[in-house]
């Protein structure tokens, strides 16, 4: 694996180009200003109505009716929600897709799975920070910048690859390190991550770990402490330098700990099951049953929400929480 960094760009590939980012969320608003403190020619495709119209005005970037934006535009950057993406497409960008157009997504959900089909004879290209939008802008603004993604579906025009990288490089993604993948790999990686270790795996562990504890008859407050809590410290560390660092950074005891429990957890069982989950990500089974989830009305989503934000270390937390003014959850867009 090769790590692509600014000497191998490109840094013409971009000149002259008309940028649209259509949203302006997490990952959109970080693009647009990267892209335009960059020198590169951008604008912003949102709705009328949207919130978002005034905060990106007020920021100094063009904004227009997404239509109008990639109509305009030579590069098309797709950064709404995977379960809008496909409307947004067909609605606003399919008709303005002109021959040597390019089409750019930050997560290849949508055309791996082929909610959306571009026509043959533009490029479609994924170009993906590995970061919260809000970190990519604040480490750009110190000169610094996140590891980043790319990935070409289609090389319409011969550029693709060195246009995505030029992109990229435009993030700041190249000053960290930028390594090319497939739309396939990063999608079902991505997703796989998020259900098997991340979200999925983390919350039912910590959530098992919590109730184990409260059924035993310790008081909540310390199985919240033991079992949530703590588990930024013990990421943080993992985090910043690897397994090996985390375990030479605790106790000798809950290194022991580590060894001997982990594996009693994690069973061949567990593993299968991982591999079930996979086969379901690879098959598109999840994919499918997602959108067609949204599609009907999101009322399964919505339970399980309803009933998971009603879970007794939910209600812990919170008062736990107290305590902690130099906690700030940030509420939900």
């Known amino acids: 694996m090769q790590i692509l960094r600014e000497e191998h760009v490109d840094t013409q590939a971009l000149a002259g180009r008309r940028i649209a980012i259509l949203g302006y969320g997490s990952q959109g608003h970080a693009h647009a200003l990267n892209l335009r403190d960059s020198g590169c020619d951008v604008r ?37 929600p995977d ?5 947004v497409y067909e609605q606003f960008v399919r008709e303005t897709l002109t021959p040597g157009k390019a089409l750019y997504f930050a997560h290849g ?6 909610f959306i089909t571009p026509p043959n004879d533009v490029d479609v290209a994924l170009v993906a920070p590995k970061s919260p939008g809000h970190r990519l802008r604040e480490l750009f603004v110190e000169g610094a910048g996140v590891p980043g993604l790319i990935a070409v579906h289609q090389n319409a025009t011969g550029r693709a690859r060195s246009d995505a990288l030029a992109y990229a490089h435009a993030l700041g993604c190249t ?16 997703l796989f991550g998020e259900q098997a270790v991340l979200c999925g795996g983390v919350t039912a562990l910590v959530q098992a770990g919590f109730e184990t504890l ?13 079992c949530l809590h703590e588990l930024k410290l013990i990421v943080d560390l993992m985090y910043q ?9 605790i106790s000798d005891t809950a290194e022991y700990g580590d060894y001997t429990a982990g594996p009693r957890l994690v069973t061949e069982e567990t593993r299968n099951t991982m591999r079930v989950i996979l086969k379901e990500i690879q098959s598109g089974d999840f994919a499918r049953a997602w959108m067609a989830e949204q599609a009907s009305g999101g009322k399964q989503f919505e339970a399980h929400r309803n009933g998971a934000s009603s879970l007794r270390i939910e209600h812990v937390g919170r008062e736990l929480r107290e305590m902690m003014p130099f906690l700030k959850a940030r509420a939900r867009a």
Do not use: C, K
């Not at 227009?64 to 990639?70: F, K, L, S």
């Not at 959900?109 to 082929?114: D, L, W």
């Open 44 to 80: 912003v495709g949102l709705r009328p109505r949207s919130a978002r119209w005034d905060e990106a005005l007020s920021a100094g970037l063009r904004v227009m009716a997404p239509a109008d934006a990639a109509a305009e535009a030579s590069l098309v950057m797709m950064l709404v």
């Open 83 to 87: 379960t809008e993406a496909r409307t």
């Open 109 to 114: 959900f949508n055309v791996h799975f082929e």
């Open 175 to 190: 000053r960290a390190g930028v390594i090319e993948t497939s739309f396939a790999e990063e999608t079902e990686t991505d």
């Open 214 to 226: 409260v059924d035993a008859g310790y008081q909540p407050e310390m199985a919240y402490f033991e």
């Open 241 to 249: 330098g690897g397994l090996t660092y985390m375990r030479h950074s």
